[in-house]
């Protein structure tokens, strides 16, 4: 039964039929070469439902466009499945015995016992162990019963040898039950070819029951791997890779040793790199990766569009072509080599470093950095900025577009729209149009000391902040020694200025305001105990008298011009020396003044 409509038609496939299709090749499923991401007990889930007859959702499948061949012949497009990827892949390993791979990229089958003797509440399915294994009651793998060669009669009888007090009209009925599942109908829904990507996108959302938004990237990750003449699987594979070993090293031996293919491949040689790096600033998933890559070969931000070229759209015509298919994965494969090149991207996280973020803790926006990478190697690869400046660029444009959340909303959008006034305009004058309309008086005197008006630690305002000390080599509160880079390596932590307890002794109870950033300041360990729960006008008055006496009692610094100085360096208006709790909201409004004041001068010295 199905039924068709404009943009789609909808259809019914029995089990045994989809994973034919998905067998013989008529339709791709991408994600089979992908690390599976349900554990064991979401494969068992699967398998219980199709068993009871239970709804188990939509899958979506779009039909490529036919592409015109260079000799005016035409391919017909491939099925890929972009929705359903993982309850089909359950099917392959659980039904059909297919291996899969896990997120440690290891080959492995999940098998699944059944029980046909189960009653009411008693576990039909279950994940197998050893147990189910060494059990005659359990059968420990169903895929055997789908196998083509199963006798019903034979393995039922041998059961009930095995099993001599089951009952036998029992057992042939759960397996009968079982066997059905071949039989079980899933939906699908077939998305016509002339749907460009924001069609699907928007179908996809109606008709996903959880309301997820289709994420692009995967869809474009479906249509690389789904890839037999470009070198889709391949590039696929670089790209998975890739992330993987940015966050896991040690990945590289296995790899080593799983694939001998890939690593005979051009990619190969550039993530070897990776085996020895340590460096967490930017760990990159494939969303990264493929948006970087895209962006700067092609001059684009929407992921949507890389879908249309690889698919061989030609924008103008709005027809499809083999040749801008076979350019667009050319020149998206030169991207990602790009993106892996070691040169590139270690120079671009010194760069990132730095301008002071230091830290992983410190980065707020991955799309701020996919752009700041995307920026500096379109600046690499152009003559409009010497090679020697590119960092100092990068720096800018990364705590400029920090300070503004340029791409925190639309971010694809703002970030289209930037690429195209780089190449319009250059980069200079991009970045002097945006100081002169971002930067002004007004933002420096009055919004970023709002925008400091926060009680959130990761607040990419503050974290800025923390990055200008970082970058000026601040020393930290109170102390003569320890710097702000020091703490932060050592993962330091920042403590109250007017420490907690001793504002909600004074009556500020209100988390959001004794939590207020412009009240944290990174203290070494031994300074925070020694303040303790004391009143500023208490312990800073302690600190400064100490300068006279030279007898160490709060902080380690025993020299009044130094004492004043590091007020300075951390924002402290001097007058916290006579303040108490009434005047917390007054120290806080001229902190955040004093620290807005900072971060201008920390970018105009960048």
């Avoid at 019903?152 to 040898?161: A, S, W």
């Amino acid at each position: 039964m199905s039924a068709s409509y404009d943009k789609y038609s909808v259809t019914q496939y029995s089990v045994s039929s989809i994973l034919g299709y998905i067998e013989a090749g008529d339709i791709a499923i991408p994600e089979i070469q992908r690390p599976f991401v349900w554990k064991g007990r979401q494969v068992r889930d699967l398998i219980d439902s199709l068993y009871n007859g239970y709804p188990t959702g939509y899958l979506i499948i779009w039909q490529n466009p036919d592409v015109k061949l260079k000799d005016g012949g035409s391919a017909v497009g491939k099925k890929v499945l972009i929705d359903g990827q993982q309850r089909i892949t359950a099917l392959m390993t659980a039904i059909a015995g297919y291996s899969i791979l896990t997120e440690s990229y290891e080959e492995k089958t999940i098998r699944i016992a059944f029980n046909p003797l189960a009653k009411d509440d008693e576990e039909r399915f279950a994940v197998t162990t050893p147990a189910h294994i060494n059990s005659t009651i359990w059968i420990s793998d169903i895929s055997e019963l789908f196998k083509p060669n199963f006798s019903t009669r034979k393995f039922i009888n041998k059961y009930l040898d095995d099993n001599p007090e089951a009952d036998e009209d029992l057992v042939d009925k759960a397996i009968s039950q079982l066997l059905s599942i071949k039989s079980c109908q899933l939906g699908a829904i077939i998305l016509v070819p002339q749907l460009d990507i924001s069609e699907v996108t928007e179908i996809f959302v109606r008709i996903n029951s959880q309301g997820k938004r289709l994420n692009e990237a995967d869809f474009a990750m479906s249509k690389i791997a789904a890839d037999e003449r470009y070198g889709g699987n391949e590039l696929r594979k670089a790209i998975d890779y890739f992330c993987h070993l940015a966050v896991d090293s040690a990945f590289f031996n296995q790899l080593t040793n799983g694939d001998v293919e890939f690593m005979n491949s051009k990619y190969a040689p550039k993530l070897k790199w990776l085996k020895d790096d340590r460096e967490n600033i930017y760990d990159p998933d494939y969303n990264d990766m493929l948006r970087v890559s895209f962006m700067h070969m092609f001059g684009r931000a929407k992921l949507g569009d890389l879908v249309s070229l690889l698919s061989g759209r030609d924008f103008e015509e709005r027809t499809f072509k083999e040749e801008i298919a076979k350019d667009s994965f050319e020149k998206l494969s030169d991207g990602v080599l790009n993106f892996m090149n070691q040169y590139s991207f270690e120079q671009f996280v010194l760069a990132i470093k730095a301008a002071g973020f230091i830290s992983a803790k410190l980065l707020n926006s991955q799309m701020t950095l996919d752009f700041a990478y995307t920026l500096y190697l379109i600046l690499q690869k152009t003559d409009e900025i010497p090679k020697i400046e590119i960092k100092r660029c990068i720096q800018k444009w990364f705590v400029l577009s920090t300070l503004t959340s340029r791409y925190i909303g639309s971010p694809e959008s703002q970030m289209d729209r930037d690429l195209r006034t780089i190449a319009a305009k250059g980069f200079r004058a991009f970045l002097e149009e945006n100081e002169q309309a971002m930067l002004s008086d007004a933002f420096w005197n009055v919004r970023l000391p709002q925008n400091l008006e926060t009680s959130s630690i990761s607040s990419p305002f503050f974290n800025t902040f923390v990055a200008a000390q970082i970058f000026m080599g601040d020393r930290s509160l109170l102390s003569n020694s320890s710097k702000v880079t020091d703490l932060i390596s050592v993962a330091g932590d920042v403590h109250h200025i007017f420490p907690k307890e001793f504002l909600k002794q004074s009556g500020i109870t209100d988390k959001s305001q004794y939590n207020q950033v412009a009240n944290y300041a990174y203290l070494d360990t031994g300074v925070n105990i020694s303040i303790g729960k004391k009143a500023p006008n208490d312990y800073f008055t302690t600190a400064l008298e100490q300068c006279k006496t030279g007898d160490i009692v709060v902080g380690t610094i025993t020299n009044e011009a130094s004492f004043w100085n590091n007020l300075e360096l951390n924002c402290i208006p001097e007058e916290v020396v006579n303040m108490t709790a009434t005047d917390y909201p007054e120290f806080l409004r001229k902190r955040r003044v004093l620290m807005a004041k900072k971060i201008k001068e920390y970018y105009y010295s960048l």
